[in-house]
């Protein structure tokens, strides 16, 4: 895929209610996106799909719903205020601003340790002749410290005494829970906490659509276990995301990587991280991320809270630190990758180009159109359609346009099946049926309509 691909997906989305830019009457946001009433549709069936994966499915697992705005010793004790960072350089030409290490990567292939100083990385800039990717100069500011929080202020008084700032993350969140989840519920190891929510980072470069943006929403899920099984949950939370993405999502193989993180590019929680990289238009880049954080988080917070965060293992009765399991993605990400890997430009037999998305049953927004033939029957058609949505079964009701146009409109936002009511339906109680992806068309008797979606779908 390319950026040609990309435009023309980013386009249908905005064309067919999925994707909007923000503020778009007063000249757009840079990089800042909503999502429309088919978009809408589609995140909320991928976040569902998940949390019943993740959180009603899973055994010892519950949910968690934490604060956007957490005390400023959080992200301190987590390290985010000392290191979560970007080493930010200015072209003294053309005034642009990027990302030093991302520089390097892009030109040269070299990989920025995370620990690097910033003498080290103008060395790397100067020896390699690193250019401007704008103007194709090299004459660079030196580097600076850019901090990828959002601040703000608590209260009424601006300074520093009452700063703030917006997570960047949801698993902090989790951590700092810990001991009120697992003591409430009286949860034994090795359980996990789930959490769907919103995080903010102040990205330098964000782009490619709605892969990175300074607000998104993330699917977190922290695997709390004992240290000697970290290995084996972890692999075993590797083959839960295979299943999710090729059996749920119904994800192309094709499409999909997995990226090792060597020994000494891991960050500095990490004892262990895979990638899964989805062939984005812009190239493969991270979907999903596993990583075994170890005891890094639930030690500082114990350090620094000087709170009694542990387990008593029933076995030993020792005091523990759990060892942390986290596979972490981001609802965008998974938004976007979805729409690329089921999007098609089908080209008929008459030479007509059919747009389609072929979204599983679970995730189309609309599982159910039905399209009365001619106005004269939209009363019947609608009294259908209303039996259909008082089922819980989302669905859509159109009248406008020929049969084969609403068809195309249908297919291009991902309905799964069309149901025409003509005349002959108000004689023999019947309907036509029609499959989005086949476009085979079956003649069934209303009342037989629940039984045959129940069939005909691939849950």
């Avoid at 008929?348 to 609309?366: A, G, K, M």
Wanted: proline share 4%; charged share 25%; aromatic share 12%.
């Amino acid at each position: 895929m390319d950026k040609l691909i990309q435009d023309k997906i980013v386009n249908h989305l905005k064309t067919y209610g999925f994707v909007f830019p923000s503020s778009e009457i007063y000249g757009g946001m840079a990089n800042a996106w909503d999502y429309g009433p088919v978009g809408v549709l589609l995140k909320q069936n991928i976040k569902k799909l998940w949390w019943d994966e993740y959180v009603t499915m899973q055994p010892n697992s519950i949910g968690l719903d934490s604060s956007i705005i957490l005390n400023p010793t959080v992200w301190k004790a987590s390290g985010h205020l000392s290191k979560f960072s970007d080493p930010l350089i200015d072209c003294k030409e053309c005034h642009n601003r990027f990302r030093a290490d991302e520089l390097i990567e892009k030109q040269t292939g070299i990989k920025i340790n995370e620990t690097a100083t910033f003498k080290e990385i103008e060395e790397v800039i100067t020896k390699n002749k690193i250019k401007c990717p704008i103007c194709g100069k090299n004459n660079w500011t030196s580097i600076r410290n850019f901090n990828l929080m959002f601040k703000t202020y608590q209260g009424v008084i601006e300074d520093g005494s009452h700063e703030v700032y917006l997570r960047p993350e949801t698993a902090q969140g989790i951590f700092i829970n810990f001991m009120n989840a697992q003591r409430s519920n009286r949860m034994k190891l090795p359980f996990c906490i789930c959490q769907i929510g919103k995080a903010f980072r102040n990205e330098i470069t964000p782009g490619n659509f709605i892969f990175r943006t300074r607000e998104f929403e993330q699917m977190e899920c922290e695997y709390f276990t004992f240290p000697n099984q970290s290995e084996k949950i972890f692999n075993e939370q590797l083959e839960k995301i295979k299943d999710f993405i090729f059996n749920k999502m119904k994800f192309n193989e094709k499409n999909i990587k997995f990226f090792k993180h060597p020994k000494e590019d891991l960050s500095h929680y990490s004892k262990n991280t895979i990638d899964v990289q989805y062939n984005y238009p812009h190239g493969f880049a991270e979907l999903w991320g596993l990583a075994n954080r170890g005891d890094f988080d639930l030690t500082c917070h114990k350090q620094y809270s000087k709170s009694n965060i542990w387990y008593i293992d029933e076995n030993t009765n020792q005091k523990i630190i759990p060892h942390i399991i986290e596979p972490s993605v981001g609802v965008e990400r998974l938004f976007y990758a979805i729409c690329c890997d089921k999007f098609e430009e089908e080209k008929l037999e008459n030479n007509e180009i059919r747009t389609i998305f072929h979204f599983p049953y679970e995730l189309s927004p609309y599982k159910v159109a039905v399209l009365p033939l001619v106005n004269k029957l939209n009363e019947n058609a609608y009294e259908i359609y209303k039996t259909i949505i008082n089922k819980k079964i989302s669905a859509t009701f159109d009248t406008s346009g020929s049969i084969g146009k609403r068809y195309r409109r249908q297919d291009a936002i991902g309905t799964y099946f069309c149901i025409t009511i003509d005349y002959d339906s108000l004689k023999d109680d019947s309907i036509t049926i029609r499959n989005r992806d086949t476009m085979k068309q079956e003649r069934i008797k209303i009342n037989d309509l629940f039984k045959y979606l129940e069939k005909n779908t691939n849950k």
